[in-house]
């Protein structure tokens, strides 16, 4: 393979949003190798559009080696993340691949930044949350810290504006019953579920807001050196109020039998949104950087839904990857590629408070 359009592998295009991300590589004019663990599945997107494919699971050592060989850059779809991401990264730094996914789970976060040293010893690049978690939350935390520098607490805050697909639903599932999280002088620290709440104005009007284990939880620490960050997600009242109760429901929630039942209930969902759902919808996310004397700086940022923007940007960062743009080591999005690459998308508009 050469040049950007053949050097980008795609892993877990048949799901549903490797398939938005296959959708816009053909609309940026890359044409990348697809692959994912089903042969029948991989080669039915592949034959129409002329493109090479490869099949591997991510057990397979050897296979999943041969799926990367002469690729500059892979874009990992296949998640949950917290079972897949180790085996896609290995096997990026024994091929000298650099690695990105879509992933949101802090785990997955803090245990690729773990991996700083090795990845910076071999050269490759290993950025997860590539999409909407964490591209414009990182960015616009960056972009925060630049504006206030003296910054010491962080809270950020989204309104997705679609429904769920099936394999985030999955994930959440897989994680039911598990605390939420914080960052309090540095360290992450567990909270209960919907642990405070928050009435933010959004731009558009005021939702009520909790906080959530989200990836920006981990990575805005790496990008801004703040030690105090929060993340809200808004949410209807009577969100809040099940988040409550599952805190005394967390022990049945956490068991295999429970966590099954739930993914097997997923599987009757639609994909995921539709064309014309995510065509309508707008994303918003909000920030707010305070220091120890009082100073007070809140952005904005509006964007296409999240799904649609997960497409754009992890393609954007894939071609900027293999472009020569590889940063090695453990990176976010903004400490790559800098506090305005949101801005470089069509659509997202950030605004100074």
């Known amino acids: 393979m050469s040049g950007t359009s053949r050097s980008i592998v795609l892993y877990g295009v048949t799901g549903y949003t490797g398939e938005l991300v296959l959708d816009e590589c053909l609309a940026a004019g890359v044409r990348p190798v697809l692959a994912g663990r089903n042969a029948d599945s991989v080669r039915a997107l592949a034959a129409p559009r002329g493109l090479e494919w490869r099949a591997a699971s991510l057990d397979d050592a050897r296979a999943l080696d041969a799926v990367l060989a002469g690729a500059a850059v892979v874009i990992h779809c296949a998640g949950p993340f917290a079972r897949t991401s180790r085996a896609m990264a290995d096997a990026c730094l024994r091929n000298h691949v650099h690695y990105l996914d879509i992933t949101g789970e802090i785990a997955v976060f803090e245990a690729l930044a773990a991996r700083d040293a090795e990845a910076r010893a071999a050269g490759v690049m290993l950025m997860p949350g590539a999409g909407f978690d964490v591209v414009p939350s990182d960015c616009l935390a960056a972009h925060l810290k630049r504006r206030l520098p003296t910054a010491t607490s962080l809270s950020l805050a989204f309104h997705g504006g679609t429904g769920l697909s099936r394999g985030t639903a999955t994930t959440m599932a897989e994680n039911a019953g598990g605390p939420g999280a914080v960052r309090r002088g540095g360290r992450i620290v567990t909270v209960p579920p919907a642990w405070r709440t928050r009435v933010i104005d959004f731009g558009d009007k005021t939702r009520l807001t909790a906080t959530i284990p989200w990836g920006d939880v981990s ?7 703040i030690p105090n960050i929060e993340v809200f997600t808004a949410m209807p009242p ?5 988040l409550r109760v599952s805190r005394y429901l967390a022990p049945i929630l956490r068991t295999s039998w429970m966590r099954r039942r739930l993914v097997a ?38 964007t296409p839904d999240g799904y ?46």
């Open 219 to 225: 990575t805005a620490f790496y990008s801004t050196g």
């Open 308 to 353: 649609t923007l997960t497409a754009k940007t992890a393609v954007l960062a894939a071609q900027t990857i293999a472009g020569g743009g590889a940063v090695p080591g453990f990176q976010t999005p903004s400490r790559a590629f800098g506090a305005d690459f949101i801005l470089k998308i069509p659509g997202c508009v950030r605004t100074d408070r």
């Open 265 to 302: 209930a997923i599987k009757n969902r639609p994909a995921g949104p539709s064309a014309d759902a995510r065509a309508r919808a707008v994303a918003r996310l909000w920030g707010e950087v305070r220091d120890d004397t009082g100073n007070v700086a809140v952005s904005l940022l509006q």
């Open 238 to 242: 009577s969100t809040v109020r099940f």
